[in-house]
Each structure stands twice: as C-alpha cells, then as structure tokens.
C-alpha cells in the first residue's frame, strides 16, 4: 500500500517562507510524475505545482515565481519551497501523483498564511 506523508506546514506571516516535505513509501517514487495540490475550505482541490520523473516543473499562474517544487528520488521525497506568501495561499497542502491514476490522498498539511 502506498503512503504518503506530508509535512513542514505552519502558521506564517504574509511575505514569509515555508518548505513542505512529502515521503512516499510502498511503491517505487522515482518512476511516478509527482504533485503538490492544495484545497481551501469551500474550494476544490488543485494542482499547484508537478514535476516529471526527470524533473521538469509546471505550476500554476497563481504561485509561478513565488514556489518551487524539487524531488530527491534517492529519499522517496519530493519539496514545495514557498516563498512571498499570501493569505491567498492559506490551505492544507498535499501530495499524488501528477497525474491519474492518483494514490489515496494522505492527511496533508495545514498552511495559514495571515497577519
């Protein structure tokens, strides 16, 4: 069974930086595109940034320039360095696959980004 496990979310004042971590075991990380996903409350969740299993990166218009996604496949665990927060970006972050079939989503982690 697949697992995945995020981290590194937190309280953070506008303008700040955080760094989410994911790890993924049960199932070989390095041959998967891989996401970061986020979901607002009353929002649908979505994409913000992927990454191919060669580590080519896309994001999306609303966090081009401010983050950026890595994978280090020798750990099984990829990164979302998030920098010139808005409250805009306050949701609970996850991890999948880039694209479908997705694995079951794990309990995320909570990013609040406010004054």
């Known amino acids: 069974q697949v697992q995945l496990v995020e981290s590194g979310g937190g309280l953070v004042q506008p303008g700040g930086s955080l760094r989410l971590s994911c790890v993924q075991s049960g199932s070989i990380f390095s041959i998967n595109a891989m996401g970061w996903y986020r979901q607002a409350p009353g929002k649908q969740r979505e994409l913000v940034a992927g990454i191919s299993t060669r580590g080519v990166t896309n994001y999306a218009d609303s966090v081009k320039g401010r983050f950026t996604i890595s994978r280090d496949n020798a750990k099984n665990t990829m990164y979302l360095q998030m920098n010139s927060l808005k409250p805009e970006d306050t949701a609970v972050y996850y991890c999948?696959?880039?694209?479908?079939?997705?694995?079951?989503w794990g309990q995320g982690t909570q990013v609040t980004v406010s004054a």
């Open positions: 999948n696959r880039r694209d479908y079939p997705l694995y079951s």
